[in-house]
């Protein structure tokens, strides 16, 4: 029992890395590792799962997803703005054409899944 526990803690553990990372590198989302590290704290850590829903942060975007299924405007911005730099990036490093073209692609799909949830709790947004 306590490897188990032991083992989902150090999950959520990377995935709140990983979710930091995502604040500053624009490919790596945030959002899904925040959601994945609630889920592993909530089968390991009350006490890592009471501070990360309580974060002022990253709280809120769990919470809304749970509840709602909803992405506020200013990560969806931020969300789209991340996308549309690594485009540019990709261009200015002179990345394949073939490359860019399945970026674009990919950022469509996600682009699209962003805007289509919606801001907040049903009736308010």
């Not at 995935?15 to 959002?31: E, I, K, R």
Request: charged share 15%; glycine share 10%; with cysteine.
């Amino acid at each position: 029992m306590w490897l188990k526990r032991l083992i989902w803690r150090g999950f959520g553990l990377l995935c709140v890395g990983l979710a930091l990372a995502g604040v500053v590198l624009p490919l790596v989302p945030t959002t899904p590792f925040l959601l994945l590290a609630a889920w592993a704290f909530a089968r390991s850590s009350p006490r890592l799962h009471a501070w990360l829903m309580a974060h002022p942060h990253f709280g809120p975007l769990i919470r809304n997803w749970r509840e709602h299924g909803s992405i506020d405007r200013r990560t969806k911005l931020f969300a789209l703005i991340a996308m549309l730099a690594a485009l540019v990036l990709s261009a200015v490093l002179g990345v394949r054409l073939l490359i860019i073209g399945i970026q674009i692609f990919v950022f469509l799909g996600v682009g699209y899944f962003i805007l289509s949830r919606p801001e907040g709790p049903r009736g308010e947004a």
